[in-house]
Every structure is written in C-alpha cells, then in structure tokens.
C-alpha cells in the first residue's frame, strides 16, 4: 500500500484524513484508487477528461513525478505519495515610484 499524503485544502474531501493508505503499482493507479475511495476529491485533482490536473503537483518520495515516469511512475510498499495543489494568491502590496 502507498501512503498518501493529504493537503489541508482537499481534507474535506478525505473526511479530514491527513493520511490515506490505498493501493496501486503506478503513481496513477494509487490516484485511481484515492478518487475511488474519495470520490469529492476528483475535481480538485483531475481534469475533464480524467488526466491529472496541470495545477496539481505530485511527489514520490519527494521527487516530483514529472522528473520520473510522471503516471507511469512505479510504486512500492511503504512509498509517499504527496499531493500540492498549486495555490493563488499573493499580497497585492504597493509599488514604490
């Protein structure tokens, strides 16, 4: 089982879990079996035709999937999968002339 990791922003789609073990031998079928669990949590993650959504970031172990096998990538027992949906925001500040 990998561990997945849960952002404060997409608990209350987990029922407030911080953590969720669930089952999968590539990073994409580990994400499967967390939408299948958690169904509320799709939007947050996946885009329209069912990909992963470009404004998620995904770890394993802390390397971000994109410099692995990106979906594609294997997972193992006792692995890490983290999951950093992109944030807005900023301050709006003042510009000094």
């Keep these: 089982m990998t561990s997945v990791r849960i952002p404060p922003v997409l608990r209350q789609s987990t029922g407030g879990a911080k953590r969720i073990e669930v089952s999968g031998s590539t990073v994409g079928e580990v994400i499967?079996?967390?939408?299948?669990?958690?169904?509320?949590?799709?939007?947050?993650?996946?885009?329209?035709?069912?990909g992963l959504n470009r404004f998620v970031n995904v770890f394993l172990n802390e390397t971000d999937i994109r410099h692995l096998q990106?979906?594609?990538?294997?997972?193992?027992?006792?692995?890490?999968?983290?999951?950093?949906p992109a944030m807005a925001g900023g301050s709006a500040g003042t510009a000094d002339h």
């Design 70 to 84: 990106a979906l594609e990538t294997p997972t193992a027992d006792n692995d890490t999968l983290v999951l950093l």
């Design 32 to 50: 499967e079996s967390l939408v299948a669990a958690h169904p509320g949590i799709a939007p947050q993650l996946l885009d329209g035709s069912g």
